[in-house]
């Protein structure tokens, strides 16, 4: 008889299936990157530079939650390290007059107090845990408000992947109003939030075409 024989890949799998189980396994734990959970449409739209904003309404809550999605001409480690810049962030965020890190839990963690002055309003401020994570995909800033006379809570991340010789972000944050005065500028959130993306888009760029520029560390 004339037989041929099994594949090589079919002969390794069947002699060792453990691969075979340890393959499925990974591919079951790792997450979907930050583009593929967008339609084709928005992809297409990221791809060419756009602003992606999806507002997804919760149950029970006054505001939906914010994500935002945007293509960066920069590295991940850059736009990481520009979101984390305290210091500095009052110099390209427009309203933001000052982040000063209050108090620092541990080497990856920082409470930081956010002055921001709201032009249909006055200015406030808040205190917000901001927590640093090096993930298999990207970084991951994630916080949480600890103090606020205007939100009863606030949580939100700033993920960020590479993207060919770019980076992607998805900035995701839900607001609770503590007030109806509050409650009342949905609009204005949405606004401030796509304005705020846009300023670290923007200075990300800037300082990645400028050969980096001063880089903080959580």
């Given at each position: 008889m004339n037989e041929k024989p099994p594949a090589p890949v079919y002969t390794a799998m069947r002699k060792s299936p453990a691969l075979l189980l340890a393959a499925l396994a990974l591919a079951a734990t790792c997450p979907a990157s930050i583009v593929n959970e967008l339609s084709a449409q928005d992809r297409a739209k990221l791809q060419s530079g756009g602003n992606v904003l999806i507002a997804i309404d919760k149950p029970g809550a006054t505001w939906p939650e914010v994500r935002i999605y945007r293509k960066v001409n920069a590295t991940p480690q850059g736009?990481?390290?520009?979101?984390l810049d305290y210091e500095n962030a009052d110099s390209f965020i427009h309203n933001l007059k000052s982040a000063v890190v209050e108090n620092q839990p541990d080497g990856n963690t920082k409470d930081v107090r956010y002055t921001v002055k709201l032009p249909v309003l006055f200015t406030i401020n808040y205190l917000v845990r901001n927590r640093y994570e090096k993930?298999?995909?990207?970084?991951?800033?994630?916080?949480?408000?600890?103090?606020?006379?205007?939100?009863?809570?606030?949580v939100g991340k700033l993920r960020v992947e590479p993207h060919g010789e770019t980076s992607v972000i998805c900035y995701a944050?839900?607001?609770?109003?503590?007030?109806?005065?509050?409650?009342?500028?949905r609009n204005q959130a949405l606004k401030e939030a796509s304005n705020t993306v846009d300023a670290i888009v923007k200075e990300a760029e800037r300082r990645h075409a400028a050969g980096g520029g001063a880089q903080a560390k959580l």
């Amino acid at each position: 008889m004339n037989e041929k024989p099994p594949a090589p890949v079919y002969t390794a799998m069947r002699k060792s299936p453990a691969l075979l189980l340890a393959a499925l396994a990974l591919a079951a734990t790792c997450p979907a990157s930050i583009v593929n959970e967008l339609s084709a449409q928005d992809r297409a739209k990221l791809q060419s530079g756009g602003n992606v904003l999806i507002a997804i309404d919760k149950p029970g809550a006054t505001w939906p939650e914010v994500r935002i999605y945007r293509k960066v001409n920069a590295t991940p480690q850059g736009v990481t390290d520009l979101f984390l810049d305290y210091e500095n962030a009052d110099s390209f965020i427009h309203n933001l007059k000052s982040a000063v890190v209050e108090n620092q839990p541990d080497g990856n963690t920082k409470d930081v107090r956010y002055t921001v002055k709201l032009p249909v309003l006055f200015t406030i401020n808040y205190l917000v845990r901001n927590r640093y994570e090096k993930t298999p995909q990207g970084y991951t800033v994630h916080w949480n408000l600890l103090e606020s006379l205007f939100a009863k809570s606030a949580v939100g991340k700033l993920r960020v992947e590479p993207h060919g010789e770019t980076s992607v972000i998805c900035y995701a944050n839900h607001v609770e109003p503590a007030t109806k005065l509050v409650a009342g500028l949905r609009n204005q959130a949405l606004k401030e939030a796509s304005n705020t993306v846009d300023a670290i888009v923007k200075e990300a760029e800037r300082r990645h075409a400028a050969g980096g520029g001063a880089q903080a560390k959580l």
